[in-house]
C-alpha cells in the first residue's frame, strides 16, 4: 500500500523561499553603521579609561613624589642645566623635596637686579653645593644668608649656582655667562677635593660635557668634539626627547629611571639597539619618501647647530677661552690636571677683578675618599693659597674644621658622598665668621 505524503503548505514554500533570499542579500546599510557605531564607541570608551586610569597613577605618583628625580636638560654651551620651575625629589642619600626656580637655580628665586645697599653673594660649586638631597632652607646657601644677616647691620642676600658634575672649568663659563648678570658683590667658589679630575678629558667622570686643555702657551682653551659626538646620539636620548615629558610626567620619568637601571642589561640593550635602528630607518624611509620632510629635518638641524655655533662663540669671546680642535684630545696626568685648574681659577679671578667682584676659594675635602688622599689634597689647597697672595683672591680652608667634626660620630657632616644638615650648618658657620672678620 503506498504510503501518501501529507501536503505541503504554500505558506511554508514561501517562507522557506524568503529566509533564502535573505541569507543571500548582502547586509543592509544600517546594520553596518550599527556595527560601526558599537566599535566607534568601544574605541572611545578604550581611549577614556587609559586616560582615566593615566590620570589616577600619575596623581598617585604625584602624592608620594615618586617619579620626580629628572633635573638636568643639555645645554650645548656649557654641558649641563637645571630644569625651570622643576619639582625634584631626590632619595638617594636623604629625602629631599623641593623646586628648582625659575631661573634653573636650585635656591629661591632671585632677580637679577639687586636691592640698593645689598651686599649680594654668589656661590659656585658642584654637587656638595647644588645639594638635591637636603631642602633648600637647609642648604649652606640659605643657611649663610641667615648667619650673615644674624650678625650684621647689612643686609646680604646668597644665591645658589652649584650644578652637579661641574669642574672648575665649567664654573667659570656659567660665572660668565649666567653670574655676572645678577652683579654679585662677591664670588665664593666651592673647592671640592678631586674638582680637577673633572676638567681635562680623560679625567671627566661626566665625560657627557665640554672638556678643557692647556695650548703650548699654557693657556686653557676648550673642547665640544667628545661632547657633541655623545649630544647627537642615541645615548643623549633620555634627556633630549619629550622634553614636557620629563618636566610634567612622573610615569615617563619613571620610565626613564628604569630605562637608566636596565640600560647596561644585555638583553634590554639589544632591545634598544633594535628600536634605535627602526627609528633610523623609519626616519630614512620618510626621507626618501617625502623631500620636503627631509629638507624639513635638515633645516631643523641647521637652525639649531647655527644657534648653538652662535652662543658658543659669544661665551668663548666673553671668557677669552681659545677652541680646542684638534682631532684627538691631549690625555693629562694628574699634574697637568692641576696646572689645567689652576689656570682655569686665575682666569676666573682676573673675570672678577674686570667687575670689581671679590673671590674668595672656600677649600672642601671629600670625607668619603680614603685618608692618603687628604695629604695630596693639603698640597694643592697650600699650593692655592699662594697663588691667591700673588693674584689677589682670598682662600679659606675648612678642611681642618671637617676633619675635627668628622670625629663627633653623634652627628655626622655627611650622609654617604654629600653633606648632612649638620654639614651644611659647620660650612656657613665657617665662611660667615671668616667673611665677617674681613670687613
Known amino acids: 500500500m503506498p504510503i501518501s505524503m501529507p501536503p505541503i503548505s504554500t505558506t511554508s514554500k514561501s517562507l522557506t523561499h524568503q529566509t533564502a533570499l535573505?541569507?543571500?542579500?548582502?547586509?543592509?546599510?544600517?546594520?553596518?553603521?550599527?556595527?560601526?557605531?558599537?566599535?566607534?564607541?568601544?574605541?572611545?570608551?578604550?581611549?577614556?579609561?587609559?586616560?582615566?586610569?593615566?590620570?589616577?597613577?600619575?596623581?598617585?605618583?604625584a602624592l608620594n613624589h615618586i617619579g620626580e628625580q629628572?633635573?638636568?636638560?643639555?645645554?650645548?654651551?656649557?654641558?649641563?642645566?637645571?630644569?625651570?620651575?622643576?619639582?625634584?625629589?631626590?632619595?638617594?642619600?636623604?629625602?629631599?623635596?623641593?623646586?628648582?626656580?625659575?631661573?634653573?637655580?636650585?635656591?629661591?628665586?632671585?632677580?637679577?637686579?639687586?636691592?640698593?645697599?645689598?651686599?649680594?653673594?654668589?656661590?659656585?660649586?658642584?654637587?656638595?653645593?647644588?645639594?638635591?638631597?637636603?631642602?633648600?632652607?637647609?642648604?649652606?646657601?640659605?643657611?649663610?644668608?641667615?648667619?650673615?644677616?644674624?650678625?650684621?647691620?647689612?643686609?646680604?642676600?646668597?644665591?645658589?649656582?652649584?650644578?652637579g658634575g661641574f669642574g672648575t672649568g665649567h664654573e667659570y663659563l656659567q660665572f660668565v655667562r649666567d653670574v655676572r648678570r645678577y652683579q654679585p658683590d662677591q664670588v665664593i667658589l666651592m673647592y671640592h677635593q678631586g674638582d680637577e679630575t673633572e676638567n681635562s678629558p680623560d679625567g671627566s667622570k661626566w665625560s657627557l660635557q665640554?672638556?678643557?686643555?692647556?695650548?703650548?702657551?699654557?693657556?686653557?682653551?676648550?673642547?665640544?668634539?667628545?661632547?657633541?659626538?655623545?649630544?647627537?646620539?642615541?645615548?643623549?636620548?633620555?634627556?633630549?626627547?619629550?622634553?614636557?615629558?620629563?618636566?610634567?610626567?612622573?610615569?615617563?620619568?619613571?620610565?626613564?629611571?628604569?630605562?637608566?637601571?636596565?640600560?647596561?642589561?644585555?638583553?634590554?640593550?639589544?632591545?634598544?639597539?633594535?628600536?634605535?635602528?627602526?627609528?633610523?630607518?623609519?626616519?630614512?624611509?620618510l626621507c626618501n619618501l617625502s623631500p620636503d620632510f627631509k629638507r624639513a629635518i635638515a633645516a631643523k638641524?641647521?637652525?639649531?647647530?647655527?644657534?648653538?655655533?652662535?652662543?658658543?662663540?659669544?661665551?668663548l669671546k666673553d671668557a677669552h677661552l681659545l677652541n680646542d680642535v684638534q682631532v684627538a684630545p691631549s690625555q693629562y696626568d694628574a699634574p697637568q690636571q692641576w696646572l689645567l685648574t689652576q689656570k682655569l681659577i686665575e682666569l676666573l679671578n682676573e673675570e672678577c677683578h674686570r667687575h670689581n667682584i671679590k673671590l674668595l676659594i672656600a677649600f672642601v675635602p671629600a670625607l668619603e675618599k680614603p685618608i692618603s688622599s687628604r695629604l695630596d689634597f693639603s698640597k694643592k689647597i697650600e699650593e692655592l693659597q699662594k697663588l691667591g697672595k700673588k693674584d689677589g683672591f682670598e682662600t679659606l680652608n675648612l678642611s681642618t674644621k671637617f676633619y675635627a667634626a668628622e670625629k663627633e660620630t653623634s652627628k655626622p657632616i655627611i650622609l654617604l658622598a654629600h653633606l648632612s644638615p649638620r654639614g651644611h650648618e659647620l660650612v656657613a658657620d665657617a665662611i660667615s665668621t671668616y667673611y665677617l672678620s674681613k670687613r
Open 70 to 163: 629628572e633635573y638636568l636638560k643639555v645645554d650645548p654651551a656649557i654641558g649641563f642645566a637645571h630644569l625651570e620651575n622643576k619639582l625634584v625629589t631626590d632619595r638617594s642619600e636623604s629625602l629631599g623635596i623641593d623646586k628648582i626656580n625659575s631661573s634653573g637655580l636650585t635656591d629661591t628665586e632671585h632677580g637679577f637686579t639687586k636691592t640698593p645697599g645689598t651686599v649680594r653673594i654668589a656661590i659656585l660649586g658642584d654637587s656638595i653645593t647644588e645639594a638635591l638631597q637636603l631642602p633648600i632652607k637647609e642648604r649652606f646657601a640659605r643657611v649663610l644668608e641667615s648667619k650673615l644677616n644674624a650678625k650684621s647691620t647689612q643686609n646680604f642676600e646668597v644665591i645658589n649656582f652649584g650644578v
Open 210 to 285: 665640554p672638556t678643557f686643555t692647556l695650548n703650548d702657551a699654557n693657556a686653557p682653551q676648550i673642547r665640544y668634539q667628545e661632547f657633541d659626538t655623545w649630544r647627537h646620539s642615541s645615548s643623549a636620548a633620555p634627556l633630549t626627547f619629550f622634553d614636557w615629558g620629563r618636566r610634567n610626567s612622573h610615569i615617563w620619568q619613571c620610565l626613564l629611571q628604569t630605562h637608566s637601571s636596565l640600560k647596561n642589561e644585555a638583553l634590554y640593550k639589544r632591545v634598544t639597539e633594535l628600536c634605535t635602528k627602526i627609528s633610523k630607518g623609519t626616519q630614512k624611509i
Open 22 to 61: 535573505e541569507t543571500t542579500q548582502p547586509v543592509k546599510p544600517k546594520r553596518i553603521a550599527f556595527a560601526l557605531g558599537r566599535v566607534l564607541k568601544a574605541t572611545i570608551y578604550g581611549f577614556f579609561s587609559f586616560g582615566v586610569m593615566l590620570l589616577l597613577i600619575e596623581g598617585f605618583l
Open 301 to 315: 638641524s641647521n637652525r639649531e647647530e647655527q644657534s648653538t655655533n652662535a652662543d658658543r662663540q659669544r661665551l
